[in-house]
């Protein structure tokens, strides 16, 4: 037997290639698919028990992966730096939420380090007006710093968001409570500087701005599917994988992972109903478009 489990070697990497397929990105990549903000599709990967990632699964669903999570970590499965990183950020979630019915509530979720002294210098010249930040707003105004002037080197972003939004969301916070003082808006560093070690963006894209700029936003149209098919996606995959010496090559040759998905569905069909003329008709279409 061969070292992990296999039969043999030639197995080994027969499974390790048709593995590549169902990872994070790729063509039979189960998605979470909630509708977001901006209006698209949430590409996060499902928990395990829901068909939605960590952040749209619901409170039920998420109390349950904590659960099992904490088991995990009990018994040696993850380290304690993931389990604290875990909880970090679970407590920045809980100050979002709570900071939407009270913006005045202390608390901070990053920590800008070495450029602190800059973001000090670079709100000085905020609108005079706004003299008392919530602290819900200055989480914000820190995490807009560190994605247009650390991130980035977009100055009229920077300065459209001190004179546009910053008043905009001092309104929406409302008047300060009694009692409040300006240096009660310091930071929790225990918390701060966990996330900001966990920051995905790790090197500066001066160039995204300008490419952003040059290429408009298009919603998606109709609304995302909320539930899959039973069974379909497990069809695909075993389609995928007795076939995948003839998908591979075709695969590579789509443009985009939505493409890849029409290959592997037209695939699934034709073999489901091998006799029908119109589906057989179908899959030489694709095969000649992608030949």
Known sequence: MSKGGFYSDQQAANFGAARTAFQRGQATAPI???????????????????????RHCGPKAAREYRARQQLAFQRGKISASDWLQAEANRARNRLHDRWKKNPWLLGCTI????????FETAIMSRPRETVVLPP????????????LQVD??????????????????MRAAGPAPEGWAPDMTMPDSTIAVRLHQSLKRQRADKLKVERDRQTPHVRPRGRPRTKTRPGRSEALAATFFQYRNILVPLLERCPSRRDRDAVLRVLHDYVQAPNSVAKAQRWQEVIQKLR
Do not use: N
Not at 111 to 118: F, I, P, Q, S, V
């Open 136 to 147: 819900a707003v200055m989480d914000w105004l820190r995490w807009r710093f560190r994605r």
């Open 152 to 169: 980035r080197c977009d100055v009229r972003g920077w300065q459209r968001c001190l004179i546009e939004e910053l008043p905009l969301r």
């Open 111 to 118: 920590d800008l380090g070495a450029y602190e002294t800059e």
């Open 32 to 54: 979470c698919g909630a509708r977001t903000r901006s209006g698209g599709i949430c590409r996060g990967a499902p928990i395990k028990g829901s068909m939605r990632c960590i």
